[in-house]
Nanobody
């Protein structure tokens, strides 16, 4: 079993930065496809970024160039560095782990954290 705990969310002004952390216990994150999703009330969970077992990353178009996903295998933690934040980035952000090589859709992930709120004020 893999247990994921997110942290680092908060309130920030437009143009500001936050770094989200996803601390994993139970198994090494390097053995999973790790992803970040976000969700606002009334909408489906949206893909943000993913990092594969080899360290390759992929991003949603809406965050490309502003967000960076990374993994620290020694800390067994995955990060999401978010720069130049916009009000439309406001959401609950979730960390997830997939045992497959797929990453785009939430149903492809096996483990989820509890989420952390990010609020960007205008």
């Amino acid at each position: 079993q893999l247990h994921l705990v997110e942290s680092g969310g908060g309130l920030v002004q437009t143009g500001g930065s936050l770094r989200l952390s996803c601390a994993a216990t139970g198994r090494p994150v390097r053995t999973y496809m790790m992803g970040w999703f976000r969700q606002v009330p009334g909408e489906e969970r949206e893909f943000v970024a993913a990092i594969n077992r080899g360290g390759g990353s992929v991003y949603a178009i809406s965050v490309q160039g502003r967000f960076t996903i990374s993994s620290d295998n020694a800390e067994n933690t995955v990060y999401l560095q978010m720069n130049n934040l916009k009000p439309e980035d406001t959401a609950v952000y979730y960390c997830a782990a997939s045992g497959s090589s797929n990453y785009r859709y939430s149903y492809e992930y096996d483990y989820w954290g509890q989420g952390t709120q990010v609020t960007v004020s205008s």
